[in-house]
């Protein structure tokens, strides 16, 4: 596995997602036992799909580039003085990458359209799962999570050693309001759906 490649990020946080995954069945299921909740299983299978995807994306756009590859080393081969410390200050980049394309300083390739699509790709389940695991979500407050999320992120980012990017930003704000739209777009679609069976 090649540690810097986009697949080798992803599967540095799969182990780290999983346990988070096992625990909040457990936890859920102790939850549904207690209060003999009626079990619905789309919802239930929903919540922890997001509360996974929650897991890995912290995992991945917080915490340092190879954290999860040095915990492991660190705990099964115990190299813990190869790991990089997990609190430095990163670096700012407040100027778009199509404003620098522009200008000629920098030209879009294979490595940038990469990472762009990729960052939206990322945040689109975020916006996407919304409208499924909670009622209290509409345009407005849609617009107002894809506004503060990323940039909560992007300001942890520089305390974990990782850059604030307004690249991110946009991609970012692009991928949770298009995975909004289409996840409420599914739900009312299945609404409809069942009001004409009734």
């Not at 625990?23 to 299983?41: D, G, P, S």
């Not at 929650?54 to 917080?62: A, C, D, E, F, R």
């Not at 739209?181 to 679609?189: D, E, Q, S």
Request: aromatic fraction near 16%.
């Amino acid at each position: 596995m090649n540690s810097g490649s986009v697949p080798g990020y992803f599967l540095q946080a799969v182990p780290i997602t999983c346990v988070v995954g096992i625990i909040y069945v457990i936890i859920r299921v102790a939850i549904i036992k207690r209060n003999h909740l009626k079990v619905e299983w789309l919802k239930e299978i929903i919540r922890l799909l997001f509360s996974c995807y929650l897991t890995g994306l912290i995992s991945l756009v917080v915490l340092p580039a190879n954290f999860w590859l040095s915990f492991f080393d660190g705990i099964f081969l115990g190299w813990w003085d190869e790991m990089l410390p997990i609190f430095s200050f990163g670096e700012f980049n407040l100027v778009p990458s199509f404003i620098k394309a522009l200008s000629g300083e920098l030209t879009i390739g294979s490595w940038v359209k990469t990472m762009l699509i990729g960052n939206i790709a990322m945040f689109l389940p975020m916006g996407f799962f919304l409208p499924f695991v909670t009622e209290k979500i509409n345009r407005k407050s849609i617009f107002i999570a894809a506004t503060t999320v990323p940039f909560i992120i992007e300001l942890l980012q520089m305390v974990f050693g990782r850059s604030f990017d307004i690249d991110d930003l946009i991609c970012n704000f692009i991928g949770i309001a298009v995975g909004f739209f289409i996840g409420f777009a599914i739900k009312n679609t299945k609404q409809k759906s069942k009001l004409n069976v009734n």
